[in-house]
T-cell receptor, first 111, second 114 residues
Framework: GEDVEQSLFLSVREGDSSVINCTYTDSSSTYLYWYKQEPGAGLQLLTYIFSNMDMKQDQRLTVLLNKKDKHLSLRIADTQTGDSAIYFCAESPLYGQNFVFGPGTRLSVLP | DTAVSQTPKYLVTQMGNDKSIKCEQNLGHDTMYWYKQDSKKFLKIMFS???????INETVPNRFSPKSPDKAHLNLHINSLELGDSAVYFC?????????????FGQGTRLTVV
Protein backbone atom coordinates (compact mmCIF):
# COMPACT_ATOMS: atom_id res chain seq x y z
CA GLY A 1 0.00 0.00 0.00
CA GLU A 2 0.93 3.64 -0.10
CA ASP A 3 3.32 5.08 2.46
CA VAL A 4 4.44 8.69 2.79
CA GLU A 5 7.40 9.86 4.87
CA GLN A 6 8.53 13.33 5.94
CA SER A 7 11.04 14.80 8.32
CA LEU A 8 9.18 15.99 11.41
CA PHE A 9 10.80 19.34 12.20
CA LEU A 10 12.35 22.28 10.35
CA SER A 11 13.51 25.65 11.68
CA VAL A 12 14.48 28.56 9.46
CA ARG A 13 15.11 32.26 9.91
CA GLU A 14 12.64 34.80 8.57
CA GLY A 15 13.52 35.75 5.02
CA ASP A 16 15.35 32.50 4.30
CA SER A 17 14.04 29.73 2.05
CA SER A 18 12.46 26.62 3.57
CA VAL A 19 12.65 23.23 1.92
CA ILE A 20 10.34 20.51 3.17
CA ASN A 21 10.95 16.99 1.87
CA CYS A 22 8.68 14.01 1.33
CA THR A 23 9.09 10.49 -0.03
CA TYR A 24 6.32 8.20 -1.22
CA THR A 25 6.09 4.59 -2.25
CA ASP A 26 3.17 4.22 -4.67
CA SER A 27 4.52 3.22 -8.06
CA SER A 28 1.33 3.97 -9.99
CA SER A 29 0.42 7.30 -11.49
CA THR A 30 -0.46 9.48 -8.63
CA TYR A 31 -1.24 12.98 -7.50
CA LEU A 32 0.88 14.51 -4.77
CA TYR A 33 -0.34 17.32 -2.58
CA TRP A 34 0.97 19.76 -0.01
CA TYR A 35 -1.39 20.83 2.74
CA LYS A 36 -0.81 23.40 5.48
CA GLN A 37 -2.29 23.19 8.97
CA GLU A 38 -2.10 26.19 11.26
CA PRO A 39 -2.62 25.71 15.02
CA GLY A 40 -6.18 24.76 15.87
CA ALA A 41 -7.27 24.84 12.24
CA GLY A 42 -8.16 22.40 9.50
CA LEU A 43 -6.06 21.52 6.48
CA GLN A 44 -5.63 23.96 3.64
CA LEU A 45 -4.43 22.85 0.21
CA LEU A 46 -1.31 24.75 -0.88
CA THR A 47 -0.47 23.11 -4.17
CA TYR A 48 -0.39 19.78 -5.98
CA ILE A 49 1.53 18.05 -8.75
CA PHE A 50 0.91 15.03 -10.93
CA SER A 51 3.56 12.34 -11.01
CA ASN A 52 4.41 12.99 -14.69
CA MET A 53 5.53 16.55 -13.89
CA ASP A 54 8.95 17.65 -12.62
CA MET A 55 8.23 21.05 -11.19
CA LYS A 56 5.44 23.43 -10.39
CA GLN A 57 5.76 27.02 -9.23
CA ASP A 58 3.10 29.13 -7.60
CA GLN A 59 4.24 32.51 -6.25
CA ARG A 60 6.55 31.77 -3.29
CA LEU A 61 5.99 28.02 -3.54
CA THR A 62 8.02 25.67 -5.73
CA VAL A 63 7.32 21.95 -5.87
CA LEU A 64 10.03 19.64 -7.22
CA LEU A 65 9.38 15.99 -8.03
CA ASN A 66 12.06 13.36 -8.59
CA LYS A 67 10.04 10.46 -10.00
CA LYS A 68 12.92 8.02 -10.00
CA ASP A 69 13.56 8.46 -6.29
CA LYS A 70 9.88 9.14 -5.48
CA HIS A 71 10.99 12.30 -3.72
CA LEU A 72 8.91 15.44 -3.46
CA SER A 73 9.95 18.78 -2.03
CA LEU A 74 8.21 22.04 -1.21
CA ARG A 75 10.31 25.18 -1.27
CA ILE A 76 8.96 28.32 0.35
CA ALA A 77 10.86 31.42 -0.69
CA ASP A 78 11.26 34.39 1.68
CA THR A 79 9.75 32.48 4.59
CA GLN A 80 7.64 34.61 6.93
CA THR A 81 6.49 34.06 10.51
CA GLY A 82 3.00 33.43 9.14
CA ASP A 83 4.37 30.37 7.39
CA SER A 84 4.90 28.65 10.74
CA ALA A 85 2.61 25.62 10.60
CA ILE A 86 2.57 21.89 9.98
CA TYR A 87 3.01 20.93 6.33
CA PHE A 88 1.59 17.63 5.19
CA CYS A 89 2.55 15.77 2.05
CA ALA A 90 -0.25 13.57 0.71
CA GLU A 91 -0.58 11.04 -2.06
CA SER A 92 -3.57 9.80 -3.99
CA PRO A 93 -3.39 7.23 -6.81
CA LEU A 94 -4.94 8.26 -10.09
CA TYR A 95 -7.82 5.79 -10.03
CA GLY A 96 -7.92 5.04 -6.34
CA GLN A 97 -9.90 6.27 -3.41
CA ASN A 98 -7.15 6.37 -0.87
CA PHE A 99 -5.70 9.69 0.24
CA VAL A 100 -2.65 9.05 2.40
CA PHE A 101 -0.84 11.67 4.46
CA GLY A 102 2.71 11.84 5.70
CA PRO A 103 3.38 12.57 9.38
CA GLY A 104 3.71 16.30 8.77
CA THR A 105 6.70 18.66 9.04
CA ARG A 106 6.52 21.30 11.74
CA LEU A 107 8.02 24.47 10.30
CA SER A 108 9.19 27.06 12.82
CA VAL A 109 10.18 30.47 11.50
CA LEU A 110 12.54 32.36 13.77
CA PRO A 111 12.71 36.17 13.72
CA ASP B 1 -20.81 29.09 2.38
CA THR B 2 -19.00 26.38 4.28
CA ALA B 3 -17.87 23.59 1.96
CA VAL B 4 -17.32 20.81 4.52
CA SER B 5 -18.89 21.34 7.91
CA GLN B 6 -18.57 19.21 11.01
CA THR B 7 -20.54 19.34 14.21
CA PRO B 8 -19.78 19.69 16.99
CA LYS B 9 -16.46 21.51 16.93
CA TYR B 10 -15.68 20.46 20.49
CA LEU B 11 -16.95 17.42 22.35
CA VAL B 12 -16.09 16.55 25.93
CA THR B 13 -17.58 13.35 27.29
CA GLN B 14 -17.04 10.66 29.86
CA MET B 15 -15.63 7.21 29.27
CA GLY B 16 -18.22 4.67 28.30
CA ASN B 17 -20.56 7.14 26.63
CA ASP B 18 -21.78 6.91 23.03
CA LYS B 19 -21.42 9.97 20.83
CA SER B 20 -21.84 11.01 17.20
CA ILE B 21 -20.02 13.49 14.99
CA LYS B 22 -21.77 14.79 11.90
CA CYS B 23 -20.30 15.87 8.59
CA GLU B 24 -21.93 17.51 5.62
CA GLN B 25 -20.48 18.72 2.33
CA ASN B 26 -22.20 20.98 -0.19
CA LEU B 27 -19.65 20.53 -2.97
CA GLY B 28 -21.42 17.73 -4.83
CA HIS B 29 -18.54 15.34 -4.13
CA ASP B 30 -19.08 11.60 -4.26
CA THR B 31 -16.37 10.52 -1.83
CA MET B 32 -16.11 11.32 1.86
CA TYR B 33 -13.53 10.43 4.50
CA TRP B 34 -12.98 10.37 8.21
CA TYR B 35 -9.46 10.96 9.52
CA LYS B 36 -8.15 10.83 13.08
CA GLN B 37 -5.39 13.23 14.10
CA ASP B 38 -3.65 12.17 17.28
CA SER B 39 -1.73 14.25 19.80
CA LYS B 40 1.40 14.00 17.66
CA LYS B 41 -0.58 15.46 14.74
CA PHE B 42 -0.38 12.26 12.69
CA LEU B 43 -3.32 11.95 10.30
CA LYS B 44 -4.69 8.45 9.86
CA ILE B 45 -7.47 7.55 7.50
CA MET B 46 -10.30 5.68 9.20
CA PHE B 47 -13.03 5.30 6.60
CA SER B 48 -13.86 6.28 3.06
CA UNK B 49 -17.27 6.22 1.43
CA UNK B 50 -17.97 6.53 -2.28
CA UNK B 51 -21.58 7.12 -3.30
CA UNK B 52 -22.74 6.00 0.15
CA UNK B 53 -20.77 2.74 -0.03
CA UNK B 54 -17.91 1.87 2.28
CA UNK B 55 -14.68 1.73 0.29
CA ILE B 56 -11.91 1.99 2.85
CA ASN B 57 -12.11 0.64 6.36
CA GLU B 58 -8.76 0.79 8.07
CA THR B 59 -7.95 -1.02 11.27
CA VAL B 60 -10.39 0.80 13.48
CA PRO B 61 -12.16 -0.68 16.53
CA ASN B 62 -15.68 -1.75 15.69
CA ARG B 63 -16.88 0.72 18.30
CA PHE B 64 -16.56 3.21 15.45
CA SER B 65 -19.40 2.99 12.97
CA PRO B 66 -19.73 5.35 10.03
CA LYS B 67 -23.10 6.05 8.46
CA SER B 68 -23.71 7.70 5.12
CA PRO B 69 -27.42 8.47 4.65
CA ASP B 70 -26.68 10.21 1.35
CA LYS B 71 -23.71 11.38 -0.69
CA ALA B 72 -23.56 14.70 1.13
CA HIS B 73 -23.37 13.29 4.65
CA LEU B 74 -21.01 11.00 6.51
CA ASN B 75 -21.55 10.67 10.22
CA LEU B 76 -19.34 8.91 12.73
CA HIS B 77 -20.83 7.15 15.72
CA ILE B 78 -18.58 5.99 18.53
CA ASN B 79 -19.75 3.53 21.18
CA SER B 80 -18.26 2.99 24.62
CA LEU B 81 -15.78 5.84 24.36
CA GLU B 82 -12.28 5.27 25.74
CA LEU B 83 -9.56 7.68 26.83
CA GLY B 84 -7.51 6.75 23.76
CA ASP B 85 -10.27 8.01 21.49
CA SER B 86 -9.35 11.57 22.44
CA ALA B 87 -8.17 13.20 19.23
CA VAL B 88 -9.22 15.61 16.52
CA TYR B 89 -11.44 13.98 13.92
CA PHE B 90 -11.48 15.46 10.43
CA CYS B 91 -14.05 14.88 7.75
CA UNK B 92 -13.05 15.40 4.12
CA UNK B 93 -14.63 15.10 0.71
CA UNK B 94 -13.53 14.97 -2.90
CA UNK B 95 -14.63 13.83 -6.32
CA UNK B 96 -13.28 10.47 -7.42
CA UNK B 97 -12.20 9.99 -10.98
CA UNK B 98 -9.37 10.27 -13.39
CA UNK B 99 -8.15 13.78 -12.80
CA UNK B 100 -6.81 15.79 -9.95
CA UNK B 101 -9.21 16.04 -7.12
CA UNK B 102 -8.02 17.67 -3.97
CA UNK B 103 -9.64 16.73 -0.71
CA UNK B 104 -11.49 19.48 1.11
CA PHE B 105 -11.40 19.29 4.88
CA GLY B 106 -13.73 20.32 7.62
CA GLN B 107 -12.42 22.30 10.58
CA GLY B 108 -12.23 19.23 12.78
CA THR B 109 -13.98 17.98 15.90
CA ARG B 110 -11.84 17.94 19.01
CA LEU B 111 -13.01 14.98 21.08
CA THR B 112 -11.89 14.79 24.70
CA VAL B 113 -12.77 11.71 26.71
CA VAL B 114 -12.45 12.12 30.47
Amino acid sequence: GEDVEQSLFLSVREGDSSVINCTYTDSSSTYLYWYKQEPGAGLQLLTYIFSNMDMKQDQRLTVLLNKKDKHLSLRIADTQTGDSAIYFCAESPLYGQNFVFGPGTRLSVLP
Amino acid sequence: DTAVSQTPKYLVTQMGNDKSIKCEQNLGHDTMYWYKQDSKKFLKIMFSYNNKELIINETVPNRFSPKSPDKAHLNLHINSLELGDSAVYFCASRTSGHKNTEAFFGQGTRLTVV
